[in-house]
């Protein structure tokens, strides 16, 4: 059986995450790299288990968590697509199971606001879980003067966290921003498309998503 840490010791894999973060570097994108992938991974595996899937289902979630970027090594247009076609061909090799392939396979092509739908439960927890993933260690660019909105916005988020309610019945994304850099039309006017992603991504798993900007709900 394929597990998490199968996926994560292959070499191969790991060559693929650092040169599309490379290409990403070159477009002056933020870091989706090591950082972001196995953040995303844990989370999403975090929210699945809190809410009491199967520890398997946890697994496949991870595993799409470490995946998902892959596709910005061909190219950022359209990464979710060329990103679950990559997965499959790796996972394939490796044995997974088909059923365990698709569920991984829909999911990452799923992930991105431009085309994605939560159509199951992990595609679900990899939305929210990579849409959560805004912070200022994510930020390459160093010359501040030079930062356009989405450098302002994710310099200026200083703690981020995402939580399931003890009840089951709330996904919070909590956010600490520094206003010197970003304000919190700048968030909205960036990431509106994903909030809303976020909102049918925790309504697919039975809850509602609500947004906290220093200390404040917004949504």
């Not at 989706?32 to 953040?39: N, T």
């Not at 076609?85 to 799923?110: F, K, Q, R, Y």
Request: hydrophobic fraction near 40%.
């Amino acid at each position: 059986m394929l597990t998490y840490d199968h996926v994560i010791q292959s070499e191969a894999i790991k060559t693929y995450i650092i040169r599309a973060d490379e290409s990403l570097g070159a477009l002056g994108y933020t870091e989706h790299s090591f950082s972001h992938v196995l953040h995303v991974a844990r989370t999403a595996g975090y929210i699945l288990r809190t809410l009491g899937f199967e520890e398997r289902t946890v697994e496949l979630a991870k595993i799409a968590g470490y995946l998902h970027d892959i596709g910005n090594l061909v190219n950022r247009k359209d990464h979710s697509q060329s990103g679950a076609v990559m997965a499959w061909s790796i996972l394939h090799d490796m044995g997974c199971d088909p059923g365990e392939l698709a569920t991984i396979v829909t999911a990452i092509g799923n992930h991105d606001e431009g085309t994605g739908v939560p159509v199951n439960a992990v595609a679900a927890a990899l939305i929210l879980a990579d849409k959560a993933d805004v912070r200022r260690s994510r930020v390459r660019n160093k010359d501040i003067s030079t930062f356009d909105i989405h450098d302002r916005v994710n310099y200026s988020v200083i703690e981020s966290a995402m939580t399931v309610s003890e009840d089951k019945s709330v996904v919070r994304l909590k956010l600490k921003i520094d206003n010197q850099f970003g304000s919190v039309m700048d968030y909205f006017e960036i990431f509106m498309g994903r909030m809303l992603l976020c909102r049918k991504a925790a309504e697919k798993l039975g809850m509602a998503f609500k947004l906290d900007i220093n200390d404040q709900q917004l949504i």
